[in-house]
């Protein structure tokens, strides 16, 4: 067997011989995005005359002739035009105040018109949104006047006015749009409408969203409530009509007999409830009669569900001729009342105040902080 002796000038003639052969990779070129970027850079529009290497862009433009791809993105990213993630941004910050410019009501109208748009466009999301933009508003603004004392303006009525319409009708949209997201733990227009006294809109909301899914259990118990609250409102009607009738012949008189000079007056009277803002009428209050008479045979109210309204847990309070409040015992009797104090008779009809003795406190501060704001705007 031959054996042939390898050189040590061997492996390098391989190596030398396979560098040769192995063709050269290209180099990776630029992105899509920057071939896009040199191509609108480099035009074929003749030179400017000011400029020897070739024509001017424009300066954003220019200042991106020389970035890759992805530095052009992160550019883009930061203009609110183009921008896929929200971050700290001047340009951006002066776009979210514009949407708050104006009063309150513009601001509001103007984030329920965009909610519209949404709620046309069936983007219930957005739609959401924008009512949701629109209450915080109005709510923010109702806080701001409870603590400044309220107003009793003209002008700020009509505003009060309009924003309470833009609320109510922002409630129902937005509780339409959780309707139809599905939604219904969150629909709460039926509610709130409710609350508000609008008794068919809330019964409208809560039928539509009854026709969607009949077994909810959230909107039958609404639907239960709207019902009580609807008889409730009929039975308050029919005692309103009542007391109508009554008050049409009620006046202050002398009984039994006019003419005869011992007979004694009887006033007309009305209980008024603050707190619950309903009231009872007394067609005729003999002022020989102490209150405790009435009360005995009015309370309990029906509609006093906690039990606050007793006559041994109630407090009774008329209004002074100087605006203020004097504490009624219930055992005076009428005579005494009208005769040893500074009240009097208004349209010939004697006005009781009747509180629960645990809130008496804060409604006479109430009562106290409405009367100063009444003399500071007369």
Known sequence: MKIEELSDDFQESVQISEDVAQPQLPKPGPDLLTQAMMNAFSSNQPPHPDSS?????????A???????????????????????LEENDDLEALKALAYEGSPGEVAANFKERGNESFREKG??????????????????VRRRQKEGGS????????????????EACLVNRGACHLELGNYRSCTSAKALLSLGKIVEADDACARGLAI??????????????????????????????????????????????????STISFPAILLYPLHLESDFIKAFN?????????????????????????????????????????VGKNAI????LTASNVEVVDEIVKIFVVPKSKSASWIQEFKTKKAAEKMSG
């Open 53 to 61: 290497a070739g024509p001017q862009v424009p300066p954003g433009m």
């Open 152 to 167: 009793t303006k003209d002008e700020d009525q009509d505003q009060v006015k309009k924003e309470v319409g833009i609320l």
């Open 287 to 327: 002022e020989t009669e102490p209150l405790c008479h009435h009360l005995s045979y009015i309370l309990p109210l029906p509609w006093d569900v906690e039990g606050e309204y007793t006559p041994n847990t109630v407090e009774c309070y008329m209004e002074t001729t100087t605006g203020g409040l004097l504490k």
């Open 63 to 85: 200042a991106m002739r020389n970035k890759s791809g992805a530095e052009i993105l992160a550019e883009l990213n930061k203009s609110p035009l183009f921008m896929t993630d």
């Open 213 to 262: 899914d009949p077994e909810n259990k959230a909107l039958r118990a609404i639907a239960r409530e709207i019902i009580k609250r609807n008889e409730e409102l009929s039975k308050r009607k029919k005692i309103d009509l009542k007391r109508e009738q009554q008050m049409e012949d009620a006046k202050i008189e002398m009984v039994p007999d006019p003419t005869d000079p011992i």
């Open 334 to 337: 009428l005579l005494k009342i």
């Open 124 to 141: 219930w999301r957005d739609a959401k949104e924008f009512y949701g933009k629109a209450i915080e508003v109005l709510l923010i603004e």
